[in-house]
C-alpha cells in the first residue's frame, strides 16, 4: 500500500521553490488514484476469469460425452467427469499421462497414435472408433471427434477428442427400428381392414356376377351327364353285335347324331364359364390378399373398368357412371393397392350422392386423361360437396362426414398413403358444377407391361 499522507507541513528542500514541490504533490495523488483504479479493475478482472473458469467447468461436467484434450505426443492436459467416471480415475491422476494407455486394444492405439501423428489434419477433424479401458477391465467401444487444437497463430498444440459410446446409439437405433417395423406392421393391418371393408361392400355383386357363369357351367354338366347316359347305351348295344337295324333304331331314339353335334359347344360353354369364374376368383383374390407390394406397368384404364363394374354389382341402386378412358394411360405401380384406391373413390362418390339431403341418384363423371409426364384419374358426384372448412382434413386419419357406423375414416387416408408411395398425389375439390372431385395423379410411363 502506498505511503499515508499527512497534512504536517514539509520544508521544503534546499534549492525547491513551493511550485515545483506542490507539482510533486500533485503527481502523486495522479498515481495513488491510478493504482487504486486499476486495483479495483484486477479484481474485477478476477471476479470474471473465476466466472468464466466455473462456466467452462459447469458445461464440462455436465458433458455426459466424453472430453479429452491432449498435447502433440498424446499427453491428457484436460478431461471431463464423463471420461473420470468411465475410465475410475481423477482429473488429477489423468493429467499428463498418456492418452494411449486408456485404450484397450492395439488397434484403437494404432488409430489414435495415426490422429496424433497426421501433420496437416484439417480443420474440422475426424471421427474414428476407439476402445476404451473402464473401470471394470472391459472394453467400451466409442466414436470419437478428434479435432485439431492451435494457437491463434496456426501452429498445432493439441488434439481435442469427444468421444460417444456407441452402445447407446445401437441401442437407440434398435428401439427406432423396433418401432419402424411396429408402425409399418400397423400400416399394413389398417391397409388390409380397409380392403377387407371394401371387399365387403362387394359381396352381393360379386356373388351375382358369380351365379351366371357358375349356373351355365352347373346346366352344361347336367347335359353332359344325360349325354353320357345315351352314348353308354348305345355303346354297349355295340358291343354286344346287335344287328344294324337295331343300332340305328336305337341312335335315332336316343338322338345320338344330335348329341355328338352339340357336344362341341357344350364343352366350349363349360370352359368359357369356368374361365369367367376363375377370373373373378382370381380378381377377389389379387384384392384381398395382403399385397407384397410387387410393382409392374398398370393400366388406369382397366383399373377404372373394374372398379366401375365391382362398384355398380354391389350397390343396392341403380348407379350412372359416364366414364371416359383415355388410352394408353399407363403407370407402374401394385395392381393391387391401386384398385383399392379407385374403388374407394367410386364408393365414397355413390355414398355421398346416396347421403345428400334429399337423397339423389348417384351419378359419376369418371375420367382418365394421358400426359407427357403424369397421368390422372378423376372422380367426381352429384353429391352436396364437402364444406370449405373441411376439405383440409378430409385426407386425415379417422376423419369421417359419414353417420357413425357407415365409414371407418380411413379409406381417404389409405388412399393418400398409396398414392404418395407410388410418387403421386391425391387431391379434392368442389368442383364448380356442384359435387366433390378427387384426382389421382401418377407418372406416367411408356409401353405395356
Not at 479484481?43 to 466455473?54: A, C, D, M, V, Y
Not at 486408456?102 to 496437416?120: T, W
Not at 384419374?377 to 386419419?397: M, T, Y
Amino acid at each position: 500500500m502506498p505511503p499515508r499522507r499527512t497534512d504536517r507541513p514539509r520544508a521544503a528542500p534546499h534549492g525547491v521553490d513551493d511550485a515545483t514541490w506542490l507539482d510533486v504533490i500533485q503527481k502523486m495523488d495522479e498515481v495513488y488514484s491510478q493504482l487504486v483504479q486499476d486495483e479495483v479493475e484486477l479484481e474485477k478482472k478476477n471476479e470474471e476469469l473465476e466466472q468464466s473458469q466455473q462456466f467452462i467447468f459447469s458445461i464440462l461436467s455436465a458433458m455426459s460425452d466424453v472430453l479429452l484434450v491432449c498435447t502433440e505426443k498424446g499427453e491428457i492436459e484436460e478431461t471431463n467427469a464423463a471420461l473420470c467416471e468411465l475410465v475410475g480415475r481423477s482429473d488429477a491422476d489423468l493429467r499428463g499421462t498418456s492418452l494411449l494407455a486408456l485404450l484397450a486394444d492395439a488397434g484403437s492405439i494404432a488409430r489414435a497414435h495415426a490422429v496424433l501423428m497426421n501433420a496437416s489434419p484439417t480443420r474440422r477433424g475426424e471421427t474414428i472408433e476407439l476402445n476404451l479401458l473402464a473401470a471394470d477391465g472391459s472394453s467400451v467401444p466409442v466414436d470419437a471427434n478428434c479435432t485439431p487444437r492451435a494457437t491463434p497463430s496456426g501452429r498445432r498444440v493439441g488434439t481435442v477428442f469427444v468421444a460417444r459410446p456407441t452402445a447407446e446409439l445401437r441401442r437407440a437405433y434398435q428401439e427406432l427400428r423396433s418401432a419402424h417395423d411396429a408402425l409399418k406392421q400397423t400400416q399394413q393391418q389398417l391397409l388390409h381392414s380397409e380392403k377387407m371393408a371394401s371387399l365387403g361392400r362387394l359381396v352381393a355383386g360379386v356373388a351375382h356376377e358369380l351365379n351366371n357363369p357358375i349356373s351355365f357351367v352347373l346346366g352344361n354338366v347336367h347335359a353332359l351327364s344325360r349325354y353320357s347316359d345315351k352314348l353308354r347305351t348305345y355303346m354297349a348295344a355295340v358291343h354286344e353285335g346287335k344287328d344294324p337295324q337295331t343300332l340305328l333304331e336305337l341312335r335315332t331314339r336316343l338322338r345320338i347324331e344330335h348329341l355328338l353335334d352339340d357336344l362341341p359347344s357344350l364343352i366350349e360353354g363349360t370352359l368359357e364359364g369356368a374361365q369367367r369364374t376363375a377370373a373373378i376368383v382370381n380378381g377377389l383374390k389379387r384384392f384381398s390378399a395382403m399385397d407384397p407390394e410387387e410393382r409392374k406397368r398398370v393400366d388406369l384404364n382397366d383399373v377404372a373398368e373394374r372398379a366401375i363394374l365391382w362398384v355398380s354389382k354391389g350397390s343396392s341402386q341403380p348407379l350412372q357412371v359416364d366414364w371416359q378412358p383415355a388410352s394408353p394411360c399407363m403407370v407402374e405401380g401394385s395392381l393391387g393397392q391401386l384398385q383399392q384406391v379407385v374403388m374407394n373413390l367410386i364408393q365414397n362418390a355413390v355414398d355421398a350422392a346416396s347421403t345428400a339431403e334429399p337423397p339423389r341418384a348417384p351419378h359419376l363423371w369418371i375420367q382418365a386423361r394421358a400426359g407427357a409426364t403424369n397421368n390422372l384419374l378423376s372422380v367426381r358426384d352429384n353429391g352436396p360437396g364437402i364444406a370449405p372448412e373441411l376439405l383440409s382434413r378430409i385426407f386425415d386419419p379417422f376423419f369421417t362426414t359419414k353417420p357413425v357406423g357407415k365409414g371407418t375414416g380411413l379409406g381417404l387416408s389409405i388412399s393418400y398413403g398409396i398414392i404418395e408411395q407410388h410418387g403421386g398425389t391425391l387431391s379434392v375439390r368442389n368442383h364448380p358444377e356442384g359435387g366433390a372431385e378427387f384426382t389421382v395423379e401418377l407418372p406416367a410411363v411408356n409401353g405395356a407391361s
